[in-house]
Each structure stands twice: as C-alpha cells, then as structure tokens.
C-alpha cells in the first residue's frame, strides 16, 4: 500500500504537456514559481496550478518508466523529471502508522527537473522542490491467520485516501 499510494500522488505531481489554443495570461516568464497539485486517487489526471512568474493552469499525467512526466497547461506544456521524487516514495516510510485503526501518513519530498516542452513553455528549463503529503486508511485482511489484522502490504488498495502536492523553484528560457 505504501508504493501505490506515495506513487500515486507522486505520479499526478507536477507535469506539462501538450499546447492549447486559449492563454490563461500573460506569456511564460523566467522567475520564481509555486506549484500546486491535487491528485486523482488514480494514477495520472490530476489539476495543476503553477502561481508565480508562470501562472498557469492544467491537467496532469501519470510518469513514463523513466520517471518522465507531463503537464497539459492552457498557455503550453512541459515534461517533468520525476524520477528522484518517484524513488523516495517508493522507500518511504510512514511518518504516521496506527494499526489500530488502519491509517497512515506518508510524507516525501525530492527535487524535480523541468524540461522543454511546447507553445509558451517552448525552451524551458528549472528545477523545483515538490512535498507530498499522503493520508490513508487501509483494508483488514478478510481471511487467513491475519484476518482482523490490517493489511498494509504494496499489494493493498487503500479504502480512502487523500493526497497533496506543493513545491517552489525557478525557471528560465532559453
């Protein structure tokens, strides 16, 4: 449950992807950015909002296999290089575990690349700091010598779970 989760939210993170026709302001610029991310509980397709000498909004998509990932903004789109974040997730350890209840907090956070991409974000290039906050609640085992117990296994699906991304850094063209 710990590797879905944390890579769930790690997936819908910050990514940017192909260019749509109406702006949302004025053009990309280089400068500090806050990034905003709230996760789908399925992997890929969640909202972004980037605030700062960017303002832009968006959807998200899951990481490729080499921690790639996309974000489709409105003014453009850019690729993010997951694969540090991605990596920590996959080790982290609960910051949170209650077995009585079956709830647990993840907590990670790694450094990002942002890379080239399309329209206003063509010649991009940054790194950010993202932070992701992952609270569940995971199912007991319905059978077996650990029926009752909680299963807290990668192999669990959470019954519910609530997930937040947020990171800062900078960016240039160029």
């Not at 079956?102 to 991009?124: E, M, N, Q």
Request: net charge positive; hydrophobic share 45%.
């Amino acid at each position: 449950m710990r590797f879905r989760a944390v890579i769930a939210i790690a997936s819908l993170v910050l990514l940017v992807g192909a260019a749509v026709a109406d702006a949302a302001g004025p053009p990309a610029k280089a400068g500090s950015i806050l990034i905003f991310v709230t996760p789908s509980e399925a992997n890929g397709d969640g909202s972004i909002i980037i605030t700062g000498a960017t303002g832009d909004y968006g959807k998200t998509t899951s990481p490729n296999k080499q921690g790639i990932a996309r974000a489709f903004l409105k003014q453009g789109s850019f690729e993010v290089n997951l694969s540090v974040l991605d990596k920590r997730g996959n080790n982290a350890s609960p910051a949170l575990a209650d077995h009585s209840s079956c709830s647990a907090v993840f907590k990670v956070s790694g450094p990002v690349t942002i890379l080239d991409r399309t329209g206003a974000y063509k010649g991009i290039s940054g790194h950010a700091t993202i932070n992701e906050t992952v609270a569940m609640i995971g199912p007991r085992f319905a059978a077996g010598a650990e029926k009752g117990l909680c299963n807290m296994t990668n192999s669990a699906n959470p019954l519910a779970q609530w997930g937040a991304v947020t990171g800062s850094g900078t960016v240039s063209f160029g």
